[in-house]
């Protein structure tokens, strides 16, 4: 009730003095690697399963890192972080870190043999251990930290497909090393079988597990996932044995059925080193094994972890920022971190990788033998186009070209495009598809190495293909859309052919998406398909109530819904609630503006953000879902836009103070304030939002129009340079950039003076060079 309090009784026009934390000074210098300034443990406190991987590469497929809990189970899909710095024990080292996958746990321990994990309260049940965070050091590519209980030390790093351990000893005669394959991991589901194999004569070992993800469950009953590990040990054991749970068996070493794993024992002197490399696939064994031999069957831990440092390296300084605040750039490269750490590789070296229909697809290999494009694991798309596709599109524009196949090779083979991929299989998480959007962006942004008319196919079919559509392309109640004008709401929190449970937020969304496949159509010369799609984009004015001048649900006989609270989440609205989805329209924001009234629009939203400001604009409480009753959330989707949509009116400067405030209160740089409390970090999409209003570029359209520009705000470094995925070089400066400048005062682009806050993409595309100056004082004139 405080928040209905606090929007009554807040003065909808509202000047209010920035207040900010005291910030560590750090000059730049030579030697200062970014990796300095990449913190995985912010916001580890309730994060994602993705999130807190280390040990990896960009876009790789072996993602290792601790985990606390990633064996507590995953009721609904979406709860396992794996790692909590909340937690204070460690059960092991978890190898792959997907959206609906997770496997292969590997662990060490001396004294008695456990083959459990144990339980958090009693660690002392399992093969668990307790760790001091003194004793913790993670950076991009490397892990370590000591497991106390047993005087181990714990070393990870990798390469794109193959995981490296390394863990040092005390003097023993009962080291153990734990290769724990067949249990459920984190976002993994339900295991379905599990097989390992152990040769002692070449200290090599195989394994593979089956899991039933929950949102494989929903998404595409029947479909399975299935990882595949192949790896070796630079020591010969003393005793070999696998085990099935806590149920043990000396010199057995093949051994099948959930639960099943290998142990090993060994006899070691006092800081002696046993370690493992594991090459990882989604299609076989024989492929691990071939992509342990192709990326590191000559590697060792030293030379892996120096190839993961550079990589890290080059790809973080793409992007390099100059100024004087240590936590903005902590912030800044955690983000940018957590953007290149999401969707992972799933593609083997042949270029071999999993289906949509459970058989072994084959991407097409180049004169050097290599694939044509690489295969990725993804999230669903929801939210992305105002973060990940916008930052990729300035600085990675060949991943995301390869994105674009990878739903183009799920086409093809299943005949729908689905917004989440574990493995090819369908794991929307929302029940919609956004995937046509972000096709529709590419090919507008210049990303085109694809075959455009079956891009196109698949979008279009995306946007108004009703009939006989399965549960896993999303969007079963796109019939009343296309239909009717409108999605009908019914109870509860499904979505079926009738309607959904999310009808407006479903409605929105359809919308844009539907705009954005115009646009594809438009400059592709299909005149029906644009306009057909263009009448559907303007369906959002069927649920306009202009009495409330909010977004509503209504029944099936075309009413809207009594007793209506627009700070009552899932009645109708997704993960959030009227307050937060009357903006979604983010495709047609003047006409928004003008069906509102621009003094009433400029109004609401400056008032929401005034009020917001006080629970650092998204509650905290530590939940994922922690702001969906309030009046506006950071920590999820449906938000990431508004703050932006100032600059449709005629007070586009309370975009610069809003954005600018979000940076400095939701974002923070520790474990339990790092993406707000609650966040529901979609694999890179808040860190990534970070990174665009940083630099100051932002388009609430995602980049669908046929000529797409980025939306302008005051950028928060003093330089940024982006070596651009186009050749080109893009320089923005600002002077007089002190904490309390919020403000644009000029602009000149390429030495040119520049009176509009928007700019083309292509020009940044050619490069750029953008310098401001700002101000602690809007400069109205300025934007006239």
Known sequence: ??????????????????????????????ENSLLGYVDPNIGTAHSRWFFYTPASMPFGMAKLGPSTNGSLGNEQGWEATGYDSRDNTIEGFANLHEFQIGGFLFTAMTGDLKTTPGDMENPETGYRSSFDRKDEIARPGYYKVKLKDYDVTAELTATKRVGFHKYTFPKSDSAYVILDIGNELGESGDVKDAEVTYNPEDRTFTGWVITYPKYVQKYQQGAEV??????????????????????????????????????????????????????????????????????????????????????????????????????????????????????????????????????????????????????????????????????????????????????????????????GLANSRFVSGVGTNFVSLMIASAYQAGIRDYDVELAFKAAYENEVRYK?????????????????????????????????????????????????????AKALGKQKEYEELMRLSENWKNLYD???????????????????????????????????????????????????????????????????????????QIDAFAGLNYL????????????????????????????????????????????????????????????????????????VEIDPVFQLTSPIFDKIEIKSGWGSSITIETKDNLPENHYIQSLKVNGRQRRTNQIPLDVLKKGAKLEYQLGPEPDKEWFN
Not at 560 to 587: C, K, R
Request: hydrophobic share 35%; glycine share 10%.
């Open 1 to 30: 009730m405080i928040y209905r309090f606090l929007i009554a009784c807040t003065v909808l026009f509202v000047s209010c003095e920035t207040s900010k934390k005291a910030d560590g000074v750090k000059k730049d210098s030579a």
């Open 226 to 419: 299935k990882m595949f590990v192949a790896g070796e040990i630079n020591k010969k054991a003393e005793e070999a044995g696998t085990f099935i749970s806590d149920k043990q068996f000396k010199d057995v070493l093949d051994q099948k059925g959930e639960g099943a794993g290998i142990y090993l024992r060994f006899k070691t002197e006092e800081n002696e080193a046993i370690e493992i490399k594991a090459g990882f696939s989604y299609t076989s064994a024989a492929n691990a094994l071939a992509n342990l031999n192709a990326e590191a069957e000559n590697l060792t831990f030293d030379e892996a972890l120096s190839t993961a440092t550079k990589t890290w390296e080059d790809e973080l300084s793409k992007i390099m920022v100059t100024d004087t605040s240590t936590v903005n750039k902590t912030k800044f490269y955690t983000g940018l971190f957590h953007a290149l750490l999401g969707r992972g590789l799933a593609n083997d070296v042949n270029g071999q990788f999993p289906e949509n229909d459970g058989s072994i697809g084959q991407i097409p290999l180049d004169a050097n033998g290599n694939p044509e494009f690489n295969f990725y694991n993804t999230d669903a798309i929801w939210g992305a186009f105002w973060n990940l596709t916008q930052l990729w599109t300035l600085a990675w524009p060949e991943y995301y070209n390869d994105l674009v196949q990878t739903h183009l090779a799920v086409y093809k083979n299943s005949g729908w495009m689905g917004d």
């Open 468 to 520: 006989n559509r399965i549960e896993g392309a999303g969007k079963t109640d796109l019939k009343g859309f296309v239909e009717n004008g409108y999605i009908n709401y019914i109870p509860g929190m499904e979505t079926t052919p009738e309607g959904s449970g999310f009808s407006v937020s479903h409605t929105l969304e359809y919308c844009f998406s539907s705009y954005a496949v115009a646009q594809f």
């Open 546 to 620: 202009e009495k409330t001048d909010f977004i509503r649900p209504k029944d099936s006989s075309g009413n809207f819904l009594d007793d209506f609270d627009p700070f009552a989440p899932w009645i109708g609205y997704q993960e959030g609630n009227a307050w937060q989805y009357t903006f979604y329209v983010p495709h047609q924001p003047k006409e928004l503006v003008e069906k509102m009234g621009e003094e009433k629009f400029v109004k609401r939203l400056d008032s929401i953000f005034t009020v917001s400001e006080k629970t650092k604009f998204g509650g905290e």
């Open 632 to 703: 506006y959330n950071q920590g999820n989707q449906p938000n990431l836009h508004i703050a932006y949509l100032f600059n449709f009116t005629d007070k586009p400067w309370l975009t610069q103070k809003w954005v600018r405030e979000i940076c400095d209160g939701f974002y923070g740089v520790e474990p339990i304030h790092g993406y707000g409390y609650g966040q529901d970090e979609d694999q890179g999409q808040l860190g990534a939002w970070y990174n665009m209003a940083a630099i100051g570029l932002f388009d609430v359209k995602g980049l």
